[in-house]
């Protein structure tokens, strides 16, 4: 299983490394990891520890 958020469902996503694409074009593969941490979720009534990103993290502490 990929890591990914428990709420919003981000992922990683690829890409190619702007400084990498000069005269002789020759483009290297990079990887965004979306930040993610450990916190107890309440689903279905109990908590569950569960992987959020950070800003689905920062939207829960604003609704609680």
Known sequence: MARSCAICGKTSMG???PQSSGMNRVRAHRRCEPNLHRLQ???GG???NALVCTRCRRT???SA
């Open 15 to 17: 890409g190619f490394n």
């Open 41 to 43: 979720v309440e689903r």
């Open 46 to 48: 109990k908590l569950v």
């Open 60 to 62: 829960l502490a604003k």
